[in-house]
Every structure is written in structure tokens, then in C-alpha cells.
């Protein structure tokens, strides 16, 4: 089981909380400036989110690779009436999720220096306030906190997306909080049920302490398997509704479409990984029987999403639907190497939420970029830019290879370990899942021709300019860590090892009260994903 590792044993600050309330803190000290001085809120919020990577850096400086152990934990008493503490903490599989939020909180800042020109002040505070938010989800050791970050987030994106959005703004803006909004009141549901599970056996056991939310105190707990059934039908709702999968991300496409080009990068490269996290750091571990029970029915539903992401993304004609619904068919990819159940499958799928933040926040600071200068994105308008934007090309050449998983660059090794993953599961998921990938370079391939090969043929492309060096340096850093992980991601994959190890070997030793079905064991015992 998780260990501990409190942060006085690493470093003497409290970097887990600076890292949550350095953004919180900017916002409200911008919220004490007048809206006139655009410019130097601008290089405020830039400056804050900055100093939240460098601090993320020393966090990873001051990581201890060879341990599962929760590390930098810090824990105060908050509502001790029904168990409630301010418990914070990451290993591994949180370590490169929060550097990724840093990471892309920065450029996503960057991104919007020209193209955010009215609510300056306004827009800033909820950037801000979102990357704190999304920070608190990923260093919860609380179900209480982690409930309380997971419903933070929603405030700032429904008014990222409703105030500078696009012409359907409200509409998406609607569907977004209507969906996640449901998904977060079930989700308290399976909360309470794990809660009230503790409380039965802290009655039964004569325990000191018979309320509590401590996640790593409900990891000592088991759950009867009846019990588990609904609780993880529970959950799954509400984080399935997060990553999407289908039939639950019909909100999605509106909202990418709808939302500014920085909302879209936060949107893609880090919030939907709070859907994927939550089956990984909750579902998972605490429900280990359900979760077994349930592969098959992950397992299909994830290459629906793979295949249907990838068809529906050939039909569209505006640029950032394709992009989206490549999000839909990516994180399939991602929830089918969870669901493998064996370390190559889960650190696969550990590796890909990163990869696929890295590759769509590329390709959205792309879409935006264009759009910026001709305030289209339909691909009729566009063709040939490859004349007139060398730099833009060359670096969409290569996010476009890394999304289509050209070995080298950095899908390439997860998607690699996700397929060894399903394949060791079940030979068919890891042939359809390879028919998703040739689906994906299909559409993508197919849009960088229609997008940059052949002649200008609309004399409208022949007037623009190329990257200028603040879009540049927007997309470099990524570009870098794209080749990088692609080339060598051994230090990416030795940090999660410990935890996904110690994961599963949680999954295979933690004992459940009841068979899960006792009806169904001959149908389990003849299915090669249940063996």
C-alpha cells in the first residue's frame, strides 16, 4: 500500500500548497488592479504562471524515483466533524500530470497575448484560478478536497468559454456545465458510498476513528463486491464524463470549438486528464474487484471511441473539430491501457495523457494561429501555406507526425506500450485499436494536405505572415519535449513504474468481501479478459 514520505523529509516549504495558491493568490491581487493596465496584467499573470513551472521543476528535482510512497504529503486538520482534512501529496502517476498543468498553464498564457485584447483582467483571474484548481484535483489525498478542487475547475472554464468564445458560445458554454455538472453531483454519490463503507467498518473493527476521508485510509478499507458494482457504475459516470468517452462527449467538439485558443489548450492538455486520473487514482485501487469485472465493457467502449473519434474527425471541415474529436479517439487509447490491467498497459496509458497534452495543445496553438490572421477555420479557405509559412509548417509537420504515432516522436512509445498492453489481454482490442491508428494518420495526413501542400489557390493565404517569435516560443518548449520523449522516455517512464506497480499490485492483493457476481462465475471464468 501507499506509504508516506512528508515534505519536511525533502524540502522544508510547503511546495504542494505554494504550487495550488500562488495562481489563487495572483488572481485576487489582480483583481486589485485596474482593468486599463492590460499590458501589465498581462506580464503579471505571465510571470506567476512562470514562477509555478520553475517551481514544478523543483518538485521533480526533489522527486524519489525508486519509492511508491506518497511524497511532499502535508495535512492539516480542516473539518474533523465528518473526517474532512486538508491532505495534499503526489507519486508518480500525479508528479507529471501537475508539471504538464504548469507547463501548459504558461504557454496558454503566452498564446493569448494578442489574441485576448478585451477583459484583459478578467480573463487572466480565471486562468489563474483554473490552473489552481486543476493543481488541487492532482495532489488530493482528501475525497472531500479533491471534490472541492474538482467542482473549482468548472467556475473559470464556463466563463472562459461564455465570455470570449465564439458566435455559439452560450450553447456550449450550457452543454459544458449541464454535463460536468451532472458528472460531479454522481460522482459525490460513489464518494459518500466509499465514505459511509469506511464508516460500517470502523464500527465493526472498533476503530478510533470511525469517519474519514483520507484516501489512503480507504485504501486499507475493503468493499464488499455488491457494493462495488454500483459504486464503480457511479464513478464511471462521473469521470467518464470528464475524459470523454462515449456515448458521454457530445460536449466536447461545441466547447473546443467555442472556446479561445488558451481555454482549448488548458481544455485538452490538462482537464480532460482529470477524467482519466480519477479511474486511475480512485476507481482502480478502491474498487479492485468491479474494475476487473468491468475490462470488457471498458475495454469496447474505449475503441468505439477510438474508431468513432477517428471517422467522425474525417467528415468534419473546420480544423479545431478535427482536432477535437482526435481528443475523443486519443483518450480511448489512454482508457484502453488502464483498463489492460498490466504494467505495460498502465504505464502506457500514464504516458499518453501526457503525450496527448503535449500533441493537442500544440495542434489548438496551431488552429488559433491561423485563425488569428484570417479568421476562418475551414479548410476550403486554407491551401499551400507551406510557401508561405516555412516555420508554421515545419513545426506542424512534426506535431502532426507525433499524433499519428511516427516512431521517433512521442505517441510512438505510448501507444507501443498500450497495444503490448491490450494484446496481452485479448489479441482482437489490440487489433482494432492498431485500426484506430491507421484511421488517425488517415485524417490527420489528410488535412496537412489539404492545409499545407499544393498551390495558394485563395489569394487571401498569399498575404500572411509566418510565426512571429512569442507564437515561436510558444510552440518550441513543446515541439522539445515531443522529440525528447519520443527519442528518450525512460526518465518519464522510471518515475510512474513505482506507482503503477504498486497499483496493480494493490489490485491483485486487496481482497474484496463477497464474489463479485456469484451468479456469473462460469461466464468469468470462460472470459480470457477475466482470467
Not at 478499507?221 to 464524463?241: D, R
Not at 477535437?324 to 483498463?339: E, K, P, Q, R, T
Not at 502506457?348 to 500544440?362: T, V, W, Y
Not at 528518450?488 to 481482497?511: C, D, G, K, V
Amino acid at each position: 500500500m501507499w506509504e508516506i514520505i512528508p515534505y519536511k523529509q525533502q524540502i522544508s516549504i510547503p511546495i504542494l500548497s505554494l504550487l495550488i495558491f500562488i495562481p489563487v493568490s495572483g488572481a485576487l491581487l489582480i483583481l486589485f488592479i485596474d482593468r486599463k493596465r492590460a499590458a501589465f496584467i498581462r506580464y503579471l499573470t505571465f510571470g506567476i504562471t512562470m514562477l509555478n513551472f520553475l517551481l514544478s521543476l523543483f518538485l521533480l528535482n526533489n522527486f524519489r524515483s525508486h519509492t511508491a510512497s506518497m511524497q511532499f504529503v502535508e495535512q492539516a486538520d480542516w473539518i474533523s466533524s465528518i473526517g474532512a482534512s486538508y491532505k495534499l501529496g503526489i507519486d508518480g502517476i500525479s508528479l507529471w500530470l501537475i508539471l504538464l498543468t504548469t507547463f501548459l498553464g504558461a504557454i496558454s498564457v503566452l498564446s493569448a497575448w494578442e489574441a485576448i485584447t478585451e477583459r484583459v483582467k478578467e480573463f487572466s483571474v480565471c486562468m489563474l484560478i483554473l490552473e489552481g484548481g486543476i493543481l488541487g484535483v492532482f495532489m488530493a489525498l482528501d475525497l472531500f478536497l479533491f471534490y472541492i478542487f474538482w467542482e473549482i475547475m468548472l467556475v473559470p472554464m464556463y466563463f472562459l468559454i461564455g465570455v470570449w468564445g465564439g458566435p455559439r458560445r452560450l450553447y456550449a458554454t450550457m452543454k459544458f456545465f449541464l454535463y460536468t455538472l451532472f458528472g460531479s453531483l454522481v460522482l459525490i454519490i460513489g464518494f459518500l458510498g466509499i465514505y459511509f463503507n469506511y464508516h460500517q467498518y470502523a464500527l465493526t473493527h472498533n476503530l478510533v476513528q470511525t469517519f474519514t476521508f483520507d484516501l489512503l485510509k480507504l485504501y486499507q478499507v475493503p468493499i464488499s463486491s455488491p457494493k462495488q458494482l454500483w459504486i464503480f457504475l457511479v464513478l464511471f459516470v462521473g469521470f467518464a464524463i470528464k475524459v470523454p468517452m462515449v456515448p458521454f462527449h457530445t460536449w466536447l467538439p461545441d466547447a473546443h470549438v467555442e472556446a479561445p485558443t488558451a481555454a482549448s489548450v488548458v481544455l485538452a492538455g490538462v482537464l480532460l486528464k482529470m477524467g482519466t486520473y480519477g479511474f486511475v487514482r480512485f476507481s482502480l485501487p478502491l474498487l479492485p474487484s468491479a474494475s476487473r469485472y468491468f475490462v470488457p465493457f471498458i475495454a469496447v467502449l474505449a475503441i468505439i471511441g477510438i474508431l468513432y473519434g477517428g471517422v467522425v474527425a474525417m467528415a468534419q471541415v473546420d480544423i479545431k473539430k478535427i482536432v477535437a474529436y482526435s481528443s475523443v479517439s486519443h483518450l480511448g487509447f489512454v482508457m484502453l491501457g488502464i483498463f489492460a490491467l498490466n504494467k505495460e498497459g498502465l504505464q502506457g496509458g500514464l504516458l499518453q495523457m501526457i503525450n496527448h497534452g503535449l500533441c493537442s495543445g500544440a495542434l489548438f496553438l496551431l488552429v488559433g494561429i491561423i485563425y488569428e490572421r484570417r479568421h476562418t477555420r475551414l479548410i476550403s479557405e486554407f491551401g499551400g501555406l507551406s510557401k508561405q509559412l516555412p516555420v508554421f509548417t515545419f513545426i506542424f509537420t512534426i506535431v502532426t507526425l507525433a499524433t499519428i504515432g511516427f516512431p521517433g516522436l512521442n505517441s510512438f512509445v505510448g501507444e507501443l506500450y498500450i497495444l503490448v498492453g491490450a494484446y496481452k489481454v485479448n489479441m482482437l482490442y489490440a487489433s482494432l485499436a492498431t485500426l484506430g491508428v491507421l484511421v488517425g494518420a488517415f485524417y490527420m495526413l489528410y488535412l496537412y494536405q489539404r492545409l499545407i501542400l499544393g498551390k495558394i489557390t485563395n489569394p487571401k493565404n498569399s498575404q500572411l505572415r509566418d510565426l512571429s517569435f512569442r507564437e515561436i516560443m510558444t510552440l518550441v518548449p513543446i515541439v522539445v519535449l515531443i522529440i525528447w520523449i519520443g527519442l528518450y522516455p525512460t526518465p518519464f517512464l522510471r518515475l510512474t513504474a513505482p506507482s503503477a506497480e504498486n497499483l496493480l499490485h494493490i489490485m491483485q492483493t486487496q481482497r474484496s468481501l463477497e464474489p463479485v457476481v456469484a451468479q456469473n462465475s462460469v461466464a468469468e471464468a470462460s472470459n480470457p479478459l477475466m482470467r
